[in-house]
């Protein structure tokens, strides 16, 4: 089931997306099936900690609408798809550019599909690992994602 906007489209709208677009956040690759994202955080100046790494809510907000929004790619208008809940393990001061990649497996969507099919609310979680140049670990983010069948999708 097709979603509203193509994989591109959505791409560039999220890269000129305020929230993104000021603190150098850039979808960098978002496939047409939204299975695979990879996001991007440039290392700005006005963007640094008082220790000249990046700001960790920079690192956190680049990963912010990124599983939500590729679920609704995937399953299409039928479903409810919001963030629950997040949190994050800094590992190691994140210097220059940093990058994070989303990845949505035939398995993860088939659970959520048969455990929302009767209209039962699903969350599933996502670790996301953000890494710099080097793909040394910078951080960890655990996202929780709320998923549902719109009312009116549900049976009985």
């Given at each position: 089931m097709k979603w509203a906007f193509n994989s591109a489209?959505?791409?560039h709208l999220l890269n000129f997306w305020p929230p993104f677009f000021f603190p150098g956040i850039?979808?960098?690759?978002?496939?047409?099936d939204y299975r695979y994202c990879r996001v991007e955080l440039k290392g700005r100046s006005w963007t640094q900690n008082i220790n000249s790494t990046q700001f960790g809510g920079s690192i956190f907000a680049m990963t912010d609408p990124i599983y939500p929004l590729m679920l609704?790619?995937?399953l299409g208008?039928?479903?409810l798809v919001w963030d629950k809940?997040?949190?994050i393990n800094f590992i190691t001061p994140g210097k220059g550019k940093l990058t994070a990649e989303f990845w949505l497996s035939d398995d993860t969507v088939e659970c959520i599909r048969t455990a929302t099919q009767?209209?039962?609310?699903?969350?599933?979680?996502f670790i996301v690992h953000i890494k710099d140049n080097?793909?040394?670990?910078?951080?960890?983010?655990n996202r929780t994602v709320y998923v549902r069948k719109k009312a009116k999708y549900r049976a009985g």
């Open positions: 489209v959505m791409r850039k979808v960098a690759e978002l496939r047409n609704m790619g995937v208008k039928e479903y809940q997040a949190d009767d209209g039962n609310k699903h969350f599933p979680q080097d793909n040394q670990l910078v951080a960890e983010v």
